[in-house]
């Protein structure tokens, strides 16, 4: 989903492609190959591709400004994790061990933890989006904390 200031910069970008077709075919006129040619130039100045440009234009000559305004950001439901929650279960992974009879912390057993600790009732994949969301995953954090296991035998065994 796009970030709101995306939405704004696409749109300047929109009316900017505009603005550029509209003077470059002021200024060649009704030469034959004059909208291939503007498009071209205007698409290598912007950084955008050629069919972006078209399309924005076309959408230009058919609606007026609404075809090239966008729509409205859509709004889903709200995330049923806030990203403290998200941060504290973070850090359950990494200071708790499982629960018995588990060796590592599963997205499942997550799930049963946000529900005990936050009353959240959510998929096992809702709280893997929301850790990759934070830069987490549990993989991620398996490795972190056998390297730091690893680093501390290493250690020991120097002394």
């Not at 290598?44 to 305004?69: A, C, D, F, H």
Request: hydrophobic share 35%; glycine share 6%; proline share 7%.
């Amino acid at each position: 989903m796009r970030r709101p200031e995306d939405y704004e910069k696409l749109e300047k970008l929109r009316f900017a492609i505009v603005d550029e077709m509209k003077a470059g075919l002021s200024v060649w006129g009704d030469y034959r190959g004059a909208k291939t040619l503007v498009a071209r130039q205007v698409a290598k100045k912007l950084g955008v591709s050629y069919p972006t440009v078209m399309r924005t234009w076309k959408n230009y000559r058919e609606k007026g400004e609404q075809g090239i305004k966008l729509k409205p950001i859509p709004s889903g439901p709200p995330p049923r994790l806030t990203p403290e929650q998200v941060k504290k279960l973070i850090q359950v992974a990494f200071k708790q061990r499982p629960p018995r009879g588990y060796r590592w912390w599963t997205y499942r057993l997550m799930q049963k933890e946000a529900r005990i600790r936050f009353g959240v009732k959510c998929d096992p994949a809702t709280i893997q989006r929301a850790m990759v969301k934070h830069g987490w995953s549990l993989l991620k954090i398996r490795r972190k904390l056998t390297e730091s296991k690893f680093l501390m035998r290493l250690a020991k065994r120097s002394h």
